[in-house]
C-alpha cells in the first residue's frame, strides 16, 4: 500500500501523548503533495486509503480511526475508541470520543460533544453545544443543536430536530419532522413524529405520544397511554395522562 502522508517532526502533547503534524506524500481529493495537515498520534489513526485527511490544528488519537473518506478540520478532536468513516466530517470545536461512531455523510461541527457509544450517520447534523452520549442514535438528516442533549437509548431521526437545550433520553423517539426545543423533554418511551411541536418546559414521558402537527409548551405533561394528535394544542400547565386522547382542533389549558 501506497503512504499518503508521512509524521513530521512538529509535535504537541496532548494527555500525555506525543501527536505528530502530518504532511502529504500525493496528490488526493483537495490535498496536494506537500501540504501540512493535522496531528495524530500514529499511523493507525489516519488510513492510507481513500481521500481521509485530517487539517488544520485537529487532532486524532488514542485508537480512533478516521478512513474512507472522512475529514476531520478546525481544532476538532477525535479520540478513545471513536470511529469517523465514509463521507463524514467532523469539525469546528468538536469532540468525539469513546466508542462512538460517526459515518454517512453526518456532520459533527460547533462545540458538540459525541460520546459513550452514540451513532450518528445518514446526513445527521449535531451542532453548536449539542451532546450525544450514551447509546443515542442520531440518523436521517435528523439534528440535535443549541445545547440540547440526547442520551440513554432514544432516536432522533428522519428530519427531526433537537433544540434549545431541549433533552430526549431513555427509550425516547422523535421523528418525522418533530422538533422538541426551548428546555422540553421527552422520556420514557415517549414518541414525538409528524411535525409535531414540543416546547417551552413541556414534557412527554411515561410512553405518551405526540403527533400530526400537535403542540405541546408552556409546561404541559403529557404521560401514561396518552395520545394527542391532529393539531391539537395543549399548553399553560395543563396535563394530559392515562388513556385520553387529544385531537383534531381541541385546545387542553391547565
Known amino acids: 500500500m501506497e503512504k499518503k502522508y508521512e ?3 512538529e509535535t504537541i502533547n496532548v494527555d500525555g501523548k506525543t501527536l505528530h503534524r502530518i ?3 500525493k496528490d488526493f481529493g483537495n490535498v496536494k503533495a506537500g ?14 486509503e481513500g481521500d481521509c485527511w485530517v487539517d488544520g ?3 486524532v488519537h488514542e485508537s480512533a ?12 478532536c477525535i479520540s478513545g475508541n471513536a470511529m469517523v468513516c465514509d463521507d463524514a466530517e467532523v469539525y469546528g470545536r468538536a469532540v468525539v470520543y469513546g466508542n462512538a461512531k460517526v459515518y454517512d455523510n453526518s456532520r459533527i461541527d460547533g462545540s458538540a460533544q459525541v460520546y459513550d457509544d452514540a451513532h450518528i450517520y445518514d446526513h445527521a447534523k449535531i ?3 449539542a451532546h450525544v452520549y450514551d447509546r443515542a442514535v442520531i440518523y436521517v438528516n435528523a439534528q440535535v443543536c443549541g445545547d440540547a442533549k440526547v442520551y440513554g437509548e432514544a ?13 430526549v433520553y431513555d427509550n425516547a423517539e422523535v421523528f418525522d419532522n418533530a422538533t422538541i426545543s426551548h428546555f422540553a423533554s421527552a422520556c420514557d418511551n415517549a414518541r414525538i413524529f409528524g411535525k409535531a411541536k414540543v416546547c417551552s418546559f413541556a414534557k412527554i414521558y411515561d410512553g405518551a405520544h405526540v403527533s400530526e402537527k400537535a403542540k405541546i409548551g408552556g ?3 403529557i404521560s401514561g397511554n396518552a395520545r394527542v394528535f391532529g393539531g391539537a394544542l395543549v399548553c399553560e400547565n395543563a396535563k394530559v395522562t392515562g388513556n385520553t386522547k387529544v385531537s383534531g382542533n381541541d385546545t387542553v389549558l391547565r
Open 127 to 129: 451542532y453548536d453545544d
Open 65 to 76: 480511526t478516521i478512513f474512507d473518506n472522512a475529514k476531520i478540520f478546525d481544532g476538532a
Open 35 to 48: 501540504d501540512l495537515g493535522g496531528y495524530i498520534e500514529k499511523e493507525d489513526n489516519l488510513s492510507h
Open 155 to 167: 432516536r432522533i431521526y428522519h428530519d427531526a430536530v433537537i433544540s434549545e437545550h431541549a433533552r
Open 57 to 59: 490544528d485537529a487532532k
Open 7 to 9: 509524521l513530521t517532526d
Open 23 to 25: 504532511r502529504a506524500l
Open 219 to 221: 409546561h404541559a405533561e
